[in-house]
């Protein structure tokens, strides 16, 4: 199978050519499984929860997510897209899988970034993993990525491949990912987008190089930095699913889960200040 | 405060000489904290669980950890080193932590690698920090690197600095140890040796590239990889203490543990081969 991502660069607030520009550069993009930005139809300096509310919709039946499952039929294909999704008065930085038979998934971004904890719901639903037919997919939004945490509940539940939407500002995730497909042997689609925003009197500037990693340190695709542009690797879903790293080690299986109850243990460490 | 390494490159079973050379070096490095290699008196490359019992030693008393005793009181050092400790019959891969005034705690390595888990016995007790006053210290050993969770629980515990001992055979580990200390926000100091070994129909070659890395993605020091070398850098405890990452995230506290619970779950995940 490929998967692959469409790099864009979202105008903030004109949903509409966002999303008609990404459904153009979907039908250009020759892979099973493809994945979109974080907060592609909307852009992404919010200053204010109003801005929010206007630009969120529905899922599954608000606009965006409505284009997505008609390409998606049409093309036959997976799509993972972010988007805001309002669901009884709460907002969430949310990522949509969409199938080429209209159903849809949805995951709501679980560690929120900045200033997005002044304007979103944190993501209140567990990570999943869905089976797409072709592979498993997992889905992380952007900052999720800092947390090793994210992508090894992927791991642990199944994933083949993790559909990264991400907007990302800072220079370190792209290197980052290389070691997170290593030590959870899968693949990752990282989507970022480029392009800047002003507004507000703050600035951010996106920096592109989305990427497809592979699971042995290696790079299958990486985008430029500074255009939209559309990226595509064939994978091998049973090297993933194989997690034998020698004839004495087995991936997963060799945590020592014994010794990793600080994970989830209530008030455990962090520094002091 | 300063933290370094000792790359070392030990011959095979030659424990006296072995250490005569590294307490040279240790002489020679000026760090207040001095990691030196996994298993830096006898070598790697073992062939039967008799070999590892014959080299094997007690802690503290045996003689590899009074030599470092010597040096440490005379120094005023603190030292990180690996040996083989035998207790009740038991054999572990382990790193024991030298202080000055002459205590010594051990580290038994919890992810044994390839053929160590027919050598050696699985560490046995948690991952554990140590306060030694100028910071606090965390100890890894080899391919422990390769599981986020042994950093993470170190993080969690408080460590301001990582003593990584390794014997590196892959050429992953010096990469991914950026985003190690990127994600936990502390130092690494990740000691490993050069040279190779031919036993018993057996090759290791050891990819040297000992490296003290920072907690902003930042390399403080490379070595290379064929030769013995000492590497020192200054570290500023303060600020890995403070995981604040911006006005609104702080690192440690962002972990949403009520989504973790996969992570200690018994039988989790494992992809199928």
Redesign the interface.
């Known amino acids: 199978m490929r998967i692959g991502f469409i790099q864009t660069k979202p105008v903030f607030g004109h949903v509409e050519g966002n999303v008609e520009r990404a459904v153009k550069m979907i039908h250009r993009c020759d892979a099973d499984l493809i994945v979109l930005p974080e907060l592609f139809n909307t852009g992404y300096l919010f200053t204010s929860r109003e801005e929010v509310r206007e630009l969120s919709e529905t899922v599954p039946k608000g606009r965006t997510t409505e284009a997505l499952r008609e390409v998606a039929a049409e093309r036959n294909v997976h799509i993972v897209a972010g988007l805001i999704e309002r669901s009884r008065r709460k907002y969430y930085n949310a990522a949509v899988l969409v199938s080429p038979d209209g159903s849809v998934e949805t995951y709501r971004k ?2 929120l ?6 304007w979103f719901d ?2 209140d639903r ?2 999943t993993v869905y089976d797409i037919g072709s592979c498993r997919v997992g889905i992380m939004i952007c ?1 999720d990525w ?4 994210s992508m ?2 992927l ?4 994933a ?1 491949v993790v559909a990264h939407c991400a907007n990302l500002v800072m ?2 995730c792209q ?2 990912m ?3 497909c ?2 959870n ?1 899968l693949y990752a689609v990282t989507a970022n987008r480029v392009g800047s925003e002003k507004r507000g009197g703050k600035f951010c500037l996106y920096t592109g190089r989305s990427q497809i990693t592979g699971p042995q ?1 290696n790079l299958l695709y990486r985008a430029g930095a500074g255009e939209e542009e559309i990226g595509t690797a064939a994978i091998d879903v049973a090297a ?5 790293l ?12 014994e ?8 008030g ?6």
């Open positions: 679980i560690h970034f900045h200033e997005e904890k002044l944190p993501g567990p990570f900052f800092f947390f090793p945490e090894r509940i791991a642990l539940k199944g083949d220079p370190f290197d980052a290389i070691t997170r290593l030590e042997r340190a993933v699913r194989d997690k034998r020698n004839a004495h080690n087995v991936l997963l299986d060799d945590r020592r889960i010794f990793y109850s600080d994970l989830t243990a209530p455990a460490g962090a520094g002091d200040a």
